[in-house]
């Protein structure tokens, strides 16, 4: 292999293998393992589809995420860059061009994977704009899209615009599809058509994967059952193949009390649970029963950190002035009382998070946050209010606009518990400074949309963190469709960004983010990245809270599973097994 710059290291993670099988990591794999048998797990919200570029949704990555696999993998624990459906690969001397070696494998129904099916994924789905979960902003580098070359059969070849230090991060995140299934099932000439393959009433042997599993049920809200794929790649240190369990079964619940009582009563094998379930798990673990209850300093994209924001661009055109004002935002987070929230709606189990990098990411965190987010100060949050015209002019204990009309915004977030919680005892705290706040709480899925499209005036939302702030730059870039407080930064019908929309600090993020993805030298590509941390913490267009801590409960019989001196959950689905 050529080996240039930081992606020596990146390299060096995934050396190209003389066969086609893989050896998983020994960290996931510490037991002498049984074969066989069902491993059963909860799914809060049932899939919206089968098609993981076919909605947002956050079940259907999680279902897909054991069916479809990348190019290259990134280890959940070490994120490390290692072989997925390319057994190694090379790069270009100019970092420019990646010539990937695909891994002779073969699909779930027994179809040989090749160069086709990357090329079809890329062009379709992957960098397919219309496509509702499309990466397409991942793929696009000044302007330019990476283009992807068949070499051969089995070799496929990425050409990059520039050089990209988050290529291999980004491209971890980009999942294979099936050609021979999908092709001739949309119309090419309506790109956004592949959003309608595999809904949730296909048939389910139309799909197929190269990941360890493949769907075998769906029952609509209830279960959906996967079965193991006999054409996996992966195998243990003894050259047993993956996964070790015949199924592994996503049982569809949504209220978290019911996880709870099904998890005790033995129907679920682990779960993820909430800071309010922790206690009682925790005493009845102490007095013997067979589960074991974990509790570690958060490190992982989700649950994802929830955060504060004020809509730029809100209808009521008062508001829209007062909320792109630098002193207002800043007012809102001093009225942020975090200590509070920590200790009474998480029970303690929570921490003060990044701006938005978590403070566990050591390669892009910066400490120097810590001295710019406000900490809970009503009379400095009063302060910035009557600076910028926001006063209680009659002594009533109600602020108002400069033109004595009452300030009052309507503050949207869903049902979820932890953010009805958050939102009052926020609300309750800007009351008690002349702001009044109306609730408008909804359902999850609904609270998005609305969100997303721009319906709103404030929010308490969530997004994932993810090891490479590349990852999320649709979302944290100024100019990008998931920037959902500012949606007029972007171009709707070119999804490109309108910079003499910007503010200056909104600007350099958008630089900072530019630079950052096509930056080699990884120290080089922290700077960029610590600039848009404290641009976030001084202009605060998102307030962050806290981020809950990594609490789940496994049953003893669960192999596998298990929990680092560090804090960290290490398990694998295809790993864990029945003792």
Same mark, same amino acid.
């Given at each position: ?31 002498k393992?049984k074969?066989?048998g ?35 993998e ?8 290692e ?5 190694s ?16 494998s ?14 079809f ?20 580098? $000044?302007?330019?899209?990476v283009?992807?070359k068949?070499?051969d ?11 990209y ?9 980009a ?14 000439n ?43 790649w992966k ?6 193949r993956?996964?070790?369990?015949d ?6 619940i ?6 709870v ?13 909430t ?15 067979d ?58 189990l ?15 965190y ?6 710019i ?55 309750q705290?800007l009351?008690?400074? $002349? ?45 990008n ?5 500012h ?19 909104e ?32 202009y ?19 192999g596998?599973f ?9 398990y ?7 003792k």
């Amino acid at each position: 292999m050529k080996k240039t710059l930081i992606l020596i290291v990146i390299l060096a993670m995934g050396l190209a293998l003389i066969a086609s099988d893989y050896t998983v990591n020994k960290m996931f794999t510490k037991e002498k393992a049984k074969t066989g048998g069902t491993i059963t797990i909860s799914l809060d919200s049932a899939p919206q589809s089968f098609n993981h570029y076919g909605a947002l949704d956050n079940a259907v990555y999680t279902v897909m995420g054991q069916v479809l696999i990348p190019l290259v993998e990134m280890n959940p624990i070490t994120l490390e860059i290692e072989p997925g459906m390319a057994e190694s690969w090379e790069i270009s001397p100019n970092n420019k061009e990646v010539t990937f070696h695909l891994r002779a494998s073969k699909w779930s129904d027994g179809v040989a994977f090749n160069a086709d099916d990357v090329m079809f994924s890329m062009q379709y789905f992957v960098m397919n704009k219309f496509a509702e979960g499309n990466q397409v902003a991942r793929y696009t580098l $000044g302007g330019k899209l990476v283009e992807w070359k068949k070499v051969d059969n089995m070799t496929v070849k990425a050409i990059l615009p520039e050089p990209y230090g988050a290529f291999f991060t980004v491209l971890a995140q980009a999942v294979l599809v099936p050609k021979h299934k999908l092709d001739g099932k949309f119309d090419k000439n309506d790109l956004g058509s592949v959003n309608k393959l595999w809904t949730t009433d296909v048939d389910m042997s139309e799909i197929a994967g190269t990941g360890p599993f493949v769907v075998k049920d769906y029952y609509p809200d209830q279960k959906i059952v996967l079965k193991r794929n006999p054409y996996y790649w992966k195998v243990d240190s003894k050259g047993i193949r993956l996964p070790y369990a015949d199924e592994l079964d996503y049982l569809i619940i949504k209220d978290p009390e019911v996880a709870v009582a099904k998890f005790l009563s033995g129907e679920l094998d682990y779960l993820k649970i909430t800071s309010k379930d922790y206690p009682s798990l925790k005493q009845k673990e102490l007095k013997g029963a067979d589960f074991k209850v974990y509790k570690g300093q958060p490190t992982k994209p989700t649950p994802s950190p929830i955060h504060i924001t004020f809509n730029f661009d809100a209808e009521n055109q008062q508001l829209r002035e007062v909320f792109r004002n630098d002193d207002f935002r800043r007012a809102m987070e001093y009225a942020l009382d975090r200590e509070r929230i920590i200790e009474e709606v998480y029970n303690t189990l929570a921490v003060v998070g990044g701006v938005p990098v978590l403070p566990s990411n050591k390669a892009f965190y910066n400490p120097e946050i810590e001295n710019i987010r406000r900490s809970f100060d009503l009379d400095k949050a009063s302060e910035l209010l009557d600076k910028i015209g926001i006063k209680d002019r009659n002594r009533d204990g109600i602020r108002e606009f400069p033109n004595g009309q009452q300030f009052r915004f309507v503050l949207l977030t869903r049902n979820q518990q932890d953010f009805q919680d958050i939102a009052y005892l926020y609300s309750q705290d800007l009351k008690s400074i $002349g702001v009044n706040v109306d609730l408008q709480i909804l359902d999850a899925g609904l609270t998005s949309q609305k969100a997303l499209a721009g319906d709103y005036e404030a929010a308490i939302m969530a997004f994932g963190n993810q090891p490479d702030p590349q990852l999320r730059k649709a979302i944290w870039q100024p100019g990008n469709p998931l920037y959902y407080n500012h949606l007029s930064s972007m171009d709707k019908d070119t999804r490109t960004v309108i910079k003499s929309e910007l503010y200056d600090w909104e600007l350099k993020i958008w630089e900072d983010f530019e630079k950052g993805q096509v930056t080699m030298d990884q120290a080089s590509r922290k700077t960029y990245y610590d600039d848009w941390q404290k641009l976030y913490a001084e202009y605060v267009p998102f307030i962050y809270v806290c981020k809950g801590m990594d609490l789940m409960v496994a049953s003893k019989d669960l192999g596998n599973f298990y929990q680092l001196d560090n804090g960290t959950m290490v398990y694998l689905e295809y790993t864990l097994f029945k003792k």
